[in-house]
T-cell receptor, first 111, second 115 residues
């Protein structure tokens, strides 16, 4: 919903780097989250961007371009445990916990 | 508790039955959200509470869905006369912040299957 687009599936090998892209409609934009969700588990917070630029946190980095309606999540030194769905979610308007999620990108990491 | 707790984790209901799903948020968290996640999809917003006040229920799909949080902590999502299209994982999330973007902490969800 809300035209938040991300690839459905991606694959990579252990130790590699993968970039998961997310595009969204810019109207009412008030911030962007990335969540990780393993099958059957709760989504867990990875990153939050509200200003343009790159936020780095260990092996994970997230980038935002507000004018382009574009974000990416960069995962370095991939591990098998990184196999999961990665959800891009946008805040619009003033209810700051009301997130509009993309469908998620299912990442499979091969040995 | 240490995290957001939801019960039951799994619920199977016959079409037409009523179900109640419980969410126990992180202690002291003011904001509470319910989301619905269908298989292979991202979560979709249902409703939002700030303390005991339901400030936004625009995501509830029909009048068969009802949520409450009477004392500003535990919340219950009730679905009346369940239909097969209600089958989904119902996620509860809480946040400590109201006036700024705060991290949402999600529970593991209640998986509802309607036969």
């Amino acid at each position: 919903g809300q035209n938040i687009d991300q690839p459905t599936e991606m694959t990579a090998t252990e130790g590699a780097i993968v970039q998961i892209n997310c595009t969204y409609q810019t109207s009412g934009f008030n911030g962007l989250f990335w969540y990780q969700q393993h099958a059957g588990e709760a989504p867990t917070f990875l990153s939050y961007n509200v200003l343009d630029g790159l936020e780095e946190k260990g092996r994970f980095s997230s980038f935002l371009s507000r004018s382009k309606g574009y974000s990416y999540l960069l995962l370095k030194e991939l591990q098998m445990k990184d196999s999961a769905s990665y959800l891009c979610a946008v805040i619009r308007g003033s209810t700051l916990g009301r997130l509009y999620f993309g469908r998620g990108t299912q990442l499979t990491v091969w040995p | 508790g240490a995290g957001v707790s939801q019960s039951p984790r799994y619920k199977v209901a016959k079409r037409g039955q009523d179900v109640a799903l419980r969410c126990d948020p992180i202690s002291g968290h003011v904001s509470l959200f319910w989301y619905q996640q269908a298989l292979g999809q991202g979560p979709e917003f249902l409703t939002y509470f700030q303390n005991e006040a339901q400030l936004d229920k625009s995501g509830l799909p029909s009048d068969r869905f009802f949520a409450e949080r009477p004392e500003g902590s535990v919340s219950t999502l009730k679905i009346q006369r369940t239909q097969q299209e209600d089958s989904a994982v119902y996620l509860c999330a809480s946040s400590s912040r109201t006036g700024s973007a705060g991290e949402l902490f999600f529970g593991e969800g209640s998986r509802l299957t309607v036969l």
